[in-house]
């Protein structure tokens, strides 16, 4: 349509030819901001009534949205002939949507430069995250800064705001302009005093310009200002920076960007003699591409969506050659070490457990035992969650069935670590405990396993030398330790594998050391002090190439408050929020606060039971409450079941993520729900059946 928006600052707009478009009065602009915050998705006229009037309409305000909506298509579409419907904003269902390109928007554009600045060298990056900046005339809908509707979207674009500026000076200071990134860093540190990396850089800069009195005095600062002004414990890093700076640019390992020129040129020329010397189909080259898949996955963001990607066409070229040794050999070689039960392709995932299942029956009772560990440890981690089901998994108020694929699954993990455990091969052991873990979900309440496991994947590790399972291995420790309530030593965990990422470079492993201080927080001084770290960390964890991790993340934590508390969300809490793969056991419990009973009930009724993996616990927890609140009696006593093997845990904490309090109180107030009623003759419950009388119904 060439209409341009903008979002970043006060709502706008600029027509083909660049020019502003008269957008009229504060309510159109407010209606075209609640529209474009939608992306692409209708926006019914109650909803954007309740937003603009802050839950008090007027009698004459969902006219009074009509007029501003044909106003905007008045300026927006101004050659538009009359009797033509609109083609950009157009009424759809109940209500309106905006239709507009990725291109056409500010806030998007930013968030795609800085997905490609992310992924560049630092030369190109340092353009990239200049254009990402640009994009910038002011805080997020500046002219509607208490905009509810407007909370999560603002906060979420301010997180990656921050991330560019910091990105941006460490591309700067690599490519040699340190220098140039001193004045932006000072601005940042003043006006975000809690951020410790912005410090590190600034520091850094400094010291790179030749201002090492400066940026010790900048360290000194960060330090008074976190512990003295902000209440907060200086961080490891401000230390090593410190150190560092005090050994000066000739001590050992300050040699760095040298030792990566000269890694470089190494890796040229191997390369060059990789081409020259190995046939263009010889089957070694689908082992070496195995092997460089396997390492590029923990390279960082980028490095694990491309080995992702490949990973299914190396797999598909190694059956096609119908050699099934060579199959099960290129399969089993990806050990990364797992550590998120969600698949980040569950697709992907079911036809890789699929493609081992056919290569170990090609293979035959008589394979080598190595190699029907590993396709076996493949199955285990590879069939976590629910990423392997064969057709829909049961209903949460439906009584357990039997579910094979789980049953073989949990067979192949132990199976493979029994095997491992035989051939006395470490590497494969620490890869068979990875499927192990995968599969310790079939019930609630299980830390304590998990905690063992994390043990011995660590103690393994640190034997024989494996960086990347002893990182895994201790993060299952921080979660399970989480779980128990012992903070101490989850947090002596997230310390240690904080120190084994920047050893061995595990950038990914951050991600989640920086859940884990979010949740603790919120655990010990409360939400208020958790909310702005979980910002951080949402901002962090949409670029971190996890989607199994990211998609959904924003509606997690916007439950903490709610599942801490012992109400229900407000009407509208969750607007804007994109639940993800959490929408089944969430849009219960928002109907609930909605006062929309019948259909949270109906809703309950069709949710199927939560994937047995690390939230499994907290999502009970959310059925439970909803089903509470509307006396749907069945899923709550099954909820209640469910969790009664977890009582003494925090719900949640044992992802690493979130947490939702002790279990035990979940389980109390299930307890009391369901002494409030009596269950029917027949079996039902007593609240069915009496959806007419639903206040919350007929709007």
């Known amino acids: 349509?060439?209409?341009?928006?903008?979002?970043?600052?006060?709502?706008?707009?600029?027509?083909?030819?660049?020019?502003?478009?008269?957008?009229?009065?504060?309510?159109?602009?407010?209606?075209?901001?609640?529209?474009?915050?939608?992306?692409?998705?209708?926006?019914?006229?109650?909803?954007?009534?309740?937003?603009?009037?802050?839950?008090d309409p007027s009698a004459?305000?969902?006219?009074?949205?009509r007029t501003f909506v044909a106003a905007l298509r008045r300026v927006l579409e101004p050659d538009r002939p009359a009797r033509r419907a609109p083609r950009l904003l157009v009424t759809q269902g109940p209500g309106y949507v905006l239709h507009a390109g990725r291109d056409a928007v500010d806030a998007w554009r930013f968030e795609d430069a800085a997905a490609r600045a992310a992924d560049?060298?630092?030369?190109?990056?340092?353009?990239?995250?200049?254009?990402?900046?640009?994009?910038?005339?002011?805080?997020?809908?500046?002219?509607?800064?208490?905009?509810?509707?407007?909370?999560?979207?603002?906060?979420?674009?301010?997180?990656?705001r921050l991330q560019a500026v910091e990105r941006r000076a460490d591309a700067l200071v690599a490519t040699g302009a340190a220098r140039d990134a001193v004045p932006d860093l000072e601005a940042h540190v003043a006006a975000h005093p809690w951020r410790e990396d912005g410090w590190v850089l600034l520091a850094t800069a400094l010291d790179r310009s030749g201002r090492r009195g400066d940026a010790l005095e900048t360290l000194r600062r960060a330090r008074d200002t976190l512990a003295g002004q902000l209440g907060m414990d200086p961080g490891p890093a401000l230390a090593r920076t410190q150190e560092r700076i005090l050994r000066g640019p000739d001590a050992p390992g300050s040699g760095d960007a040298a030792g990566a020129g000269l890694a470089d040129?190494?890796?040229?020329?191997?390369?060059?003699?990789?081409?020259?010397?190995?046939?263009?189909?010889a089957r070694l080259r689908l082992h070496a591409t195995a092997g460089l898949l396997r390492d590029l996955a923990v390279a960082g963001a980028g490095g694990l969506e491309e080995a992702r990607e490949q990973r299914a066409d190396v797999v598909a070229a190694a059956e096609a050659t119908g050699d099934a040794d060579l199959a099960a050999r290129v399969i089993g070689s990806y050990d990364v070490p797992a550590v998120w039960t969600r698949a980040d392709d569950p697709a992907g995932a079911g036809a890789l457990v699929g493609a081992a299942v056919r290569t170990a029956a090609g293979l035959g009772p008589g394979a080598p035992a190595s190699v029907r560990a590993r396709l076996l440890a493949v199955v285990a981690v590879e069939s976590r969650g629910d990423a392997a089901a064969e057709g829909p998994v049961p209903r949460a108020g439906d009584d357990p069935g039997e579910e094979p694929w789980r049953?073989?699954?949990?067979?192949?993990?132990?199976?493979?670590?029994?095997?491992?455990?035989?051939l006395g091969d470490p590497a494969l052991l620490a890869f068979a405990l990875n499927g192990a873990f995968m599969q310790s979900f079939e019930r609630c309440g299980l830390a304590p396993r998990r905690a063992d496991v994390g043990a011995e994947l660590a103690s393994l590790s640190v034997t024989h030398g494996l960086p990347g399972h002893e990182v895994l291995g201790r993060l299952v420790r921080m979660?399970?330790?989480?779980?128990?309530?012992?903070?101490?030593?989850?947090?002596?965990?997230?310390?240690?594998?904080?120190?084994?990422?920047?050893?061995?470079?595990?950038?990914?492993?951050?991600?989640?050391?920086?859940?884990?201080?979010?949740?603790?927080?919120?655990?010990?001084?409360?939400?208020?002090?958790?909310?702005?770290?979980?910002?951080?960390?949402?901002?962090?964890?949409?670029?971190?190439?996890?989607?199994g991790l990211a998609h959904g993340a924003p509606a997690l934590v916007a439950l903490v408050p709610v599942l801490?508390?012992?109400?229900?969300?407000?009407?509208?809490?969750?607007?804007?929020?994109?639940?993800?793969?959490?929408e089944p056991w969430i849009t219960p419990l928002v109907l609930a606060g909605e006062g929309r009973a019948v259909e949270a009930r109906r809703a309950l009724a069709v949710a199927p039971r939560p994937p047995h993996d690390l939230l499994q616990e907290a999502l009970w927890c959310v059925l439970a409450r909803a089903a509470g609140a509307v006396g749907e009696r069945r899923v709550l006593r099954r909820a209640r079941d469910e969790?009664?093997?977890?009582?003494?845990?925090?719900?949640?904490?044992?992802?690493?993520?979130?947490?939702?309090?002790?279990?035990?109180?979940?389980?109390?107030?299930?307890?009391?729900?369901?002494?409030?009623?009596?269950?029917?003759?027949?079996?039902?419950?007593?609240?069915?059946?009496t959806e007419g009388a639903d206040p919350g119904e007929g709007a």
Request: with cysteine; glycine share 16%; aromatic share 6%.
């Open 120 to 160: 560049a060298p630092p030369h190109t990056a340092a353009a990239l995250w200049d254009e990402a900046l640009a994009l910038w005339r002011g805080p997020v809908l500046a002219d509607f800064p208490a905009a509810r509707w407007a909370a999560g979207d603002r906060a979420r674009l301010e997180a990656l």
């Open 479 to 547: 979660q399970a330790l989480a779980a128990l309530g012992d903070t101490a030593g989850a947090g002596a965990e997230a310390d240690a594998v904080d120190g084994l990422a920047r050893r061995h470079e595990r950038p990914l492993a951050g991600v989640f050391t920086a859940w884990y201080r979010a949740m603790r927080v919120c655990e010990t001084d409360g939400w208020g002090r958790a909310e702005p770290l979980y910002r951080e960390v949402l901002g962090v964890t949409a670029q971190c190439g996890m989607p």
């Open 564 to 582: 801490r508390g012992d109400g229900l969300p407000g009407p509208g809490a969750f607007d804007g929020i994109d639940p993800g793969p959490y």
């Open 643 to 689: 969790l009664a093997g977890a009582r003494g845990e925090s719900a949640g904490a044992g992802s690493g993520l979130i947490s939702f309090g002790p279990v035990g109180r979940h389980l109390r107030a299930a307890d009391a729900a369901l002494a409030e009623g009596t269950d029917g003759a027949d079996g039902t419950d007593g609240a069915e059946g």
């Open 1 to 55: 349509m060439g209409v341009q928006f903008g979002l970043l600052g006060p709502v706008a707009a600029w027509n083909a030819h660049g020019a502003p478009v008269a957008l009229g009065a504060p309510r159109h602009r407010e209606v075209l901001g609640r529209l474009l915050v939608a992306r692409n998705r209708v926006v019914p006229v109650d909803r954007l009534v309740a937003d603009l009037w802050d839950d």
């Open 60 to 65: 004459g305000s969902v006219g009074a949205v």
């Open 407 to 422: 049953r073989r699954a949990g067979r192949a993990a132990d199976r493979a670590v029994r095997l491992a455990r035989e």
């Open 265 to 281: 040129g190494v890796w040229g020329r191997a390369a060059a003699a990789w081409e020259r010397s190995v046939p263009g189909r």
